[in-house]
């Protein structure tokens, strides 16, 4: 079951929703094979093995928006040849590929959910349902418990309050700023860490059950 984030005209009226919270509860436990299966994926994610991952995958495996899917999608973005990028992206090509792979780890770390079809969700704050009238890139979970919200962009500034596992708003969010402007959603503006705040259009990653049985890698994807 989704989570739905009550929010009213956040961006542009005087009046506010009031706070909600979503912890962790990871429903892995709920399936001992799930929980061997996920173990066994990150072993061969950590040792960056490439054939064993792709063999995880479902064979419509879905990884963009915009992609054919598929193993050999995954296979590709692994091992992501320099000569498949732009020119002026050729020389990224290793950053590229290790934050391709870090993101997947980190992802399949999360705790995670079981929707109505049975597929497990990575992380857990995927079954939160936005507002249809609040911009989803704008949104961004703040993934820590008692995270300092500053009055200013340092951590010396005067601390607001302590905030858990809410979502919060980011109008402009800045690359390369260590401190973001956040919104709460009862109104409270204020500065956060950029290292506990996840977007809410980032990466998250989903396993089913094959016919026969057997737990698969069939969703790892970003964006809206």
Not at 147 to 165: F, M, N, Y
């Amino acid at each position: 079951m989704k989570y739905a984030l009550l929010l009213v005209a956040v961006l542009s009226s005087p009046a506010f929703a009031d706070r909600q919270t979503f912890p962790p509860a990871d429903q892995a436990n709920r399936d001992p094979s799930l929980v061997a299966f996920r173990e066994t994926l990150l072993s061969y994610v950590s040792a960056r093995d490439v054939d064993a991952v792709v063999a995880t995958a479902c064979p419509d495996i879905y990884l963009s928006h915009g992609g054919s899917g598929g193993p050999a999608e995954l296979r590709a973005n692994l091992t992501l040849d320099p000569e498949t990028l732009s020119e002026e992206d050729q020389g990224k090509a290793d950053e590229l590929r290790a934050q391709y792979w870090a993101d997947l780890e980190y992802t399949l770390a999360q705790p995670g959910y079981f929707d109505e079809e049975g597929e497990f969700w990575m992380p857990h704050q995927w079954q939160i349902t936005l507002p249809a009238s609040l911009d989803p890139q704008l949104a961004f979970f703040v993934t820590g418990t008692d995270v300092a919200l500053r009055q200013g962009p340092d951590r010396t500034a005067l601390t607001l309050g302590l905030i858990s596992h809410e979502v919060v708003i980011i109008r402009e969010f800045q690359n390369d700023t260590e401190y973001q402007r956040v919104l709460l959603t009862d109104g409270t503006q204020g500065y956060m860490h950029r290292d506990y705040l996840w977007p809410m259009t980032g990466y998250r990653a989903a396993f089913s059950k094959s016919d026969a049985g057997d737990w698969q890698l069939c969703t790892f994807v970003s964006g809206d």
